[in-house]
């Protein structure tokens, strides 16, 4: 007879073993299925996140920007760095190493807070039940109060480009490249293709971005998405927007790419080339028909605004249910999942959720854009403040981008912080603060910041709603 548990957690990513952990911590006996397996047969946790996703590409994002630092930059310091050259295996080698470090991590954290690991494929089979299915294709069911799905997503495959391994790749593909490619085709112009683009950019690979869309990051407010594209073009990025791809041959080691654009038919030969059109949830066959629980058309389960699936003692969390597939907005709901399983009062508030591109200069926003709110009807102020008037920035050789406050005009509550920067991925949680708390942009204009830091430019972009920024001549603002 298998053991019984109050909540079984099928996928251990960032979403479902926080999840397990969280419950373990609140009382309950919890267990989570992983499916993943090592080469030697182990189980590996962690996810997309640690394994292929958020944890390697920061790994190589760094390892390249340093490497660009040194090449190009150190010399405006007067640092002579001489020949300076790239090991790209070893890069990789750094990179395998982190993550084979945080996930032994994570077995540790779930062996410490005493959560049972299972490795095989879960299945939900019942209200109560999950079936698992090891390695050597035996099946136990176990008995659990609670059911939390967070299986997870893989990347979107298009019809257009088939994947060729090691020549048309995913980003799990891309990031195991053992030389830089001379011309490297992405498809797509979202965080993956800017952020992967970027590395190999860096590497000295020449980039062309084919993005369907004509807006670029129209999810991140006009002036910071108009700034980083230029700033991506000056450091050689190609970005094509408008263009659609209509198809792919390979011939030997390159790969022709056809597109459409304003222009017509285009034609481009990559020797690389990565796709990266989105992801899509990993839920066929997670749940056995007849157990009730709703997906829609593309896969993503059914879930309210606590991830309660329509069958009670069921939930699920993370990629594979609606919202912005990211690592942080996986684990919050993890952690809000299992506190009402363990019978507390738990929510989660979905406008708060911050967004980073770890391209240099990063870009980090968390809640409206000027445009978004004007669509809304809201009427706003906005302040912004360039790096470029930043003494630390300077010290820092990082002068370019700014950061941007959008306030309400009648009650100056922040509703929106977007930057292009140095570290705005670090700076955008005083706007999740800010946004969590209800503060004003008053609010933070009346806050000490250090000097100096990067963070006065978000001060400033803050006084800067009322026109009143200290260290810039300040536009009239409008009465
Ligand atoms: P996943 O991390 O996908 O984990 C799901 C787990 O469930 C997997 O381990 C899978 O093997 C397992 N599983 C699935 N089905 C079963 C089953 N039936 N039985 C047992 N186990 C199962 N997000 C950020 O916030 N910041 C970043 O910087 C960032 N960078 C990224 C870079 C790349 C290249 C990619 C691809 C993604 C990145 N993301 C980033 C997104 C982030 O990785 C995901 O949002 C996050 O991993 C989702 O967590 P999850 O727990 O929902 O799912
Ligand atoms: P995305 O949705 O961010 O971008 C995909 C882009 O591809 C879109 O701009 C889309 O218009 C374009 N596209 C789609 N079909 C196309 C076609 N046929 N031709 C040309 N362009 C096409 O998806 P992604 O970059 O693959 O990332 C997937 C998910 O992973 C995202 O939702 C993101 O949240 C997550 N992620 C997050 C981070 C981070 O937080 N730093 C990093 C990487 C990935």
Known sequence: MADKFDVIVIGAGPGGYVSAIRAAQMGLKAAVVEKWISEDGKPVFGGTCLNVGCIPSKALLEASHKFVEAKHDFDDMGIQAGDVSMDVKKMMARKDTIVKNLTGGVAGLLK?????????????????????????????????????????????????????????????????????????????????????????????????????MDDFLPMVDGAIAKETQKLLKKQGLDIRLGARVTGSEVKGEEVVVKYTDAKGEQEMTFDKLIVCVGRKPYTQGVIADGVGIETDERGFIHVDDQCRTSVPSVYAIGDCVRGPMLAHKASEEGVMVADIIAGHKAEMNYDAIPNVIYTFPEVAWVGLTEQEAKSKGIEVKTGSFPFAASGRAMANNATEGQAKIIADAETDRVLGMHIVGQHAGEMVAQGVIALEFGSSAEDLALTCYAHPTMSEAVHEAALAVEGHAIHMVNRKKKK
Request: aromatic share 2%; hydrophobic share 40%; net charge negative.
């Open 112 to 212: 410490g807070n005493g959560v049972t690991a299972i490795q095989g494929t879960g299945k939900v089979v019942s209200s109560k039940q999950v079936e698992v299915t090891d390695q050597d294709g035996k099946t136990t069911t176990y008995d659990a109060d609670n059911i939390v799905v967070a299986a997870g997503s893989v990347p979107v495959e298009i019809p257009p480009t088939p994947l060729k391994e090691g020549l048309v790749v995913d980003s799990t593909g891309a990031l195991e490249f053992q030389e830089t490619p001379k011309r490297l085709g992405v498809i797509g112009a979202g965080i993956i293709g800017l952020e992967l683009g970027s590395v190999w950019s860096r590497l000295g690979s020449e980039v062309t971005v084919l993005e369907a």
